[in-house]
């Protein structure tokens, strides 16, 4: 096919796609993918659309599109529903959680890669089989484990092995951002973007008399620039979509993130508030996502195979 001439090969090739089964596995795969593209896309836009419907339309009229739309009509929505849901101060709440998840995620994970790449001390490589360990346990079977150590941080317990109340850390965002920070993803994608540094590099900086740490921020991090951009821009997404984790810690309505604001108004007012309106307040929490993946796509993209190869 001549519209695959000059780019790179993949599954199939330019000899594999002259041939009959070339073509109709190509066209098999085409298939496939504009099925899943409906899937993913549907949804979004019928949201789209149901929230500047009425509610009688919603629930009156099976139409896809609106009866009404006009630029007026639009602005009206959208002003009604911020005003009914009232999410700014959510909005507020999320920005700085998702900063706080940007930090915690970069310097906790990226201190741990540090430490299991570049610190050959005893009892490293069974830390990293722990960590890679965690990656395959549902995270479920952690939920209830990492609660009770949130009510009684770090771990403590009295003379009668009862849990204790001192170092209750719910109702703040300290449970969140410790969350961030143990990533086991993220932690072994730094640990492999530091094995392709030159140890030689390292000790240099020693030589020179750097510390660990001044090492890390002012070597290790700028040459690992891209997995920083990378896991930053996770970090963001996450506190722009993640509901649960905040539903479950923040017990103070005025804390809450917007995914989770949502979530209790669904949740508790499913009377009292329309579902055209509610469609408008999942509009309002997708926009930082979808603003985020808009302006870092490449970044995004290019971040898997991060890691993936040494040297």
């Known amino acids: ?38 899937c993913t896309v549907l949804p979004a836009v019928w949201m789209v659309l149901s929230a500047f419907k009425s509610t009688q339309e919603m629930y009156s009229s099976a139409a896809f599109l609106p009866k009404e739309f006009s630029p007026s009509y639009a602005w009206e929505r959208i002003t009604v529903a911020w005003k009914d849901l009232a ?28 430490i299991l790449s570049k610190f050959r001390v005893p009892g490293t490589k ?9 990656m395959m346990m549902p995270a479920i079977i952690r939920t209830v484990p990492t609660y009770m150590s949130y009510i009684s941080f770090p771990f403590v317990i009295d003379d009668k092995l009862s849990i204790g109340t001192n170092y209750n850390i719910l109702d703040t965002y300290w449970p969140i951002w410790l969350t961030a920070g143990a990533n086991s993803f993220e932690i072994i994608l730094f640990k492999n973007n530091f094995d392709a540094i030159p ?17 890390f921020y002012k ?23 993640d509901y649960f984790t905040p539903y479950l810690v923040l017990k103070d309505a005025a804390k ?14 499913a009377a009292s508030i329309p579902t055209n309106v509610y469609m408008m ?3 309002f929490a997708s926009i930082p996502s979808l603003l985020i993946f808009c302006l870092f796509q490449k970044h995004i993209v290019g971040g898997i195979s991060l890691g993936a190869v040494k040297g």
């Open 1 to 38: 096919m001549k519209r695959f001439s000059g780019k790179q090969p993949g599954i199939l090739n330019q000899i594999d796609l002259k041939s009959f089964k070339g073509k109709l596995l190509y066209w098999i795969f085409f298939g496939v993918l504009v099925i899943a593209a409906l």
């Open 219 to 241: 070597i290790m991090l700028p040459i690992a620039m891209p997995v920083v951009v990378y896991v930053a821009i996770g970090a963001l997404s996450v506190a722009w979509s």
């Open 256 to 269: 809450m993130t917007t995914p989770a604001r949502l979530f209790m108004l669904k949740d508790s007012s």
């Open 126 to 134: 069974l830390i990293f089989v722990m960590v890679v360990w965690t």
């Open 199 to 215: 140890t030689s590099l390292v000790e240099s900086a020693k030589l020179d008399g750097c510390s660990n740490f001044k090492i």
């Open 87 to 114: 999410l700014g101060r959510s909005m507020i709440n999320t920005f700085i959680v998702s900063l706080g998840n940007v930090v915690a995620s970069v310097f906790v994970c990226g201190l741990a890669g540090f």
């Open 281 to 283: 307040g999942l509009i």
